[in-house]
């Protein structure tokens, strides 16, 4: 079908457009209009706020189980060698320790460890408290053991805090050269198979020794280790003791016979961890002046004071040492500083200090571990020694049990620069307050036997020292295990 004509021409030059031309242009003028109210509408939405919705994942928050509280003692002293003198290779003790407990809950349950090395078959003694029942704060729980030694080859009082396990612990004390005898022990608390390592360190740098990890203490075993089979002939050794699956009570034992002349007894705890900021409190000097006389003679150079210091690690460390008096004035010649090769243990001399009750002061720019071996004189001419770990600090409540023993003595020393208040209780007595200056320390004579809960306004550390005619022993105590707090869980 032909279209109509219009009758008019188009002029003269011009075509009339094709349909494809029309459809083209509608095309592009669609298009252009699509871009405008798409832009129209990005930018409404860029003014008017979206709606928003949250979706809160469902919790819970759950009070963890309350569980049975423990504390280990160490145990008799051991001994590597007959009444005789013969060699043996199986450790047995003599006689047993006195113990003491403490809780502020439950009943305390004394039972011993199922299984020993010791051929005696006297194991180390385990303190349980049943948990706190309800929303009952957890309970204070502590106690300690002393023992005296009185036989041929051993003498003087060794005395240790009973404490909960741990999966990392630094030993400072003991020697294995010629007549010192050091024992490790290594006692598993726990109803959970532990596998042991054991890091060696003397003044020559770490001990390479077979037999020193993937050592296997079984559920409720103390396995009982000669250090002189790891590490024979070592004046000044650091052990530390790390453990996987069960925790671990790490203890060492140090006899000391000279000759013919037993030299003292005494059991070494665990310091506190490497910190750049260490107290080791209730250092007792006792007959000082006697004491470095008779270290001047063949035999007698390890009953003078010494500070032990070991830095891990590979970068070393300048030190500054403090010997402080209980009035608080630092003699000039009781300050130190020196710089700690890494790696290695460094026995540092104390000197000749006056009799006292003293805390020794450590700090460094890299983490240090330290402890203190002081020594006394009898008056029939026999010698004891203590070792006196580094302490940590307490900085709530917590419980002091002073296991019995000769003239003992409870020493607070400030881990603040601001004064403290130490507030100290026992059953049937009202609460004690006693002041501690900053950075200073006070001592206070207690009663053997007699248990003790004490609060600070500020951090402390804390030791019971004792001492006797040719007997001196120590130990320092320990904060209270964390206690386990609620947990949200998301279901």
């Known amino acids: 079908m032909t279209e109509p004509d219009s009758g008019i021409s188009p002029p003269k030059g011009l075509r009339r457009p094709s349909r494809s031309a029309i459809l083209l242009g509608a095309r592009v003028l669609t298009g252009l209009v699509g871009i405008l ?57 003599f006689g047993r320790p006195s113990i003491r ?40 729980v502590a106690g300690s053991q002393s023992q005296v ?90 052990v530390r003791v790390q453990s996987q699956g069960g925790t671990i009570v790490a203890n060492l034992q140090q006899s000391v016979v000279r000759t013919l002349a037993p030299g003292g007894v005494d059991i070494v705890g665990s310091s506190a961890a490497p910190a750049t900021d260490l107290v080791v409190p209730g250092v007792v000097f006792s007959g000082s002046d006697a004491v470095l006389a008779r270290s001047a003679e063949v035999g007698y150079s390890d009953i003078a004071p010494v500070l032990r210091l070991f830095v891990p690690g590979t970068t070393d460390t300048l030190a500054k040492i403090s010997v402080v008096p209980e009035n ?9 500083s020196l710089t700690l090769r890494a790696g290695v243990v460094t026995d540092v001399p104390l000197g000749s200090v006056g009799d006292g009750v003293y805390t020794v002061r450590v700090s460094g720019d890299r983490p240090i571990v330290a402890g203190v071996r002081v020594s006394t004189i009898g008056a029939s001419g026999g010698t004891d020694f203590a070792w006196l770990a580094s302490a940590p600090a307490v900085e709530n409540r917590t419980a002091i049990v002073v296991a019995p023993g000769p003239g003992p003595v409870l020493t607070f020393a400030s881990r603040s620069n601001s004064a403290t208040i130490v507030t100290l209780t026992t059953s049937g007595s009202a609460p004690t307050q006693i002041p501690v200056t900053a950075q200073g320390a006070i001592s206070i004579p207690v009663d053997p036997g007699v248990s003790y809960t004490m609060s600070a306004s500020n951090g402390v550390s804390a030791s019971v020292s004792y001492l006797g005619d040719g007997q001196l022993a120590g130990f320092t105590i320990v904060p209270p295990a964390a206690v386990s707090q609620p947990i949200r869980v998301y279901r």
């Open 37 to 93: 109210v798409a832009a129209v509408v990005i930018g409404g939405a860029s003014v008017v706020p979206l709606p928003t919705h949250r979706i809160t994942a469902p919790s819970v928050l759950v009070d963890p189980v309350a569980t049975t509280q423990q504390r280990l003692c160490a145990g008799p002293l051991l001994r590597f060698a007959t009444k005789s003198g013969g060699a043996a290779t199986t450790p047995s003790s």
């Open 101 to 140: 407990s403490l809780s502020t809950g439950g009943r305390v349950t004394a039972s011993q460890l199922s299984t020993t090395d010791n051929s005696a078959g006297v194991a180390p003694t385990l303190l349980t408290v049943p948990a706190a029942k309800g929303n009952s704060r957890a309970a204070l």
């Open 149 to 238: 030694a009185a036989s041929r080859d051993d003498v003087g009082l060794a005395a240790s805090d009973c404490v909960a396990g741990s999966g990392d612990s630094w030993l400072v004390g003991g020697a294995t050269t010629t007549g010192r005898s050091t024992i490790i022990t290594l006692s598993n608390p726990t109803g959970v198979a532990s596998l042991v390592t054991l890091t060696i360190y003397a003044d020559t740098g770490v001990i390479s020794a077979a037999g020193t990890d993937g050592i296997l203490v079984p559920p409720g075993v103390q396995k009982v280790f000669s250090l002189a089979g790891f590490a024979p002939g070592i004046v000044s050794p650091v």
């Open 328 to 336: 608080g004035t630092v003699q000039a010649s009781s300050v130190t």
